[in-house]
């Protein structure tokens, strides 16, 4: 059974920076293209970052290219999301998420974590 939980969620002040994790288990991670969403209340789930199963492939929403950094560790199963700069519209609950090809696209990716909470404040 796969499992992908995230962690690293919390307040901080606009201008600030978090890092997300999420560890993943059950399922051969260096397989796994894996990918960061979000979703703002009243919102629809949208995509921020991929990253390929090397780590030598990424891409990123426009609206935090520049700003978030995401990075995997095949040895410790696990992607991170470093987030610098937040801004109040980053608010959202943040989610990894597991495909089997490099994309964007929510409806490829076949296995989610529960997210993790951001809140920025301004």
């Known amino acids: 059974q796969v499992q992908l939980v995230e962690s690293g969620g919390g307040l901080v002040q606009a201008g600030g920076s978090l890092r997300l994790s999420c560890a993943a288990s059950?399922?051969?991670?260096?397989?796994?293209?894996m990918g960061w969403f979000r979703q703002a209340p009243g919102k629809e789930r949208e995509f921020e970052a991929v990253i390929n199963w090397s780590g030598d492939r990424l891409n990123y929403a426009g609206s935090v290219k520049g700003r978030f950094t995401i990075s995997r560790d095949n040895a410790k199963e696990s992607v991170y999301l470093q987030m610098n700069n937040l801004k109040s519209e980053d608010t959202a609950v943040y989610y990894c998420a597991a495909a089997s090809s490099f994309t964007v696209l929510r409806g490829r990716y076949s296995s989610w974590g529960q997210g993790t909470q951001v809140t920025v404040s301004s």
């Open positions: 059950g399922l051969i991670f260096n397989n796994w293209n």
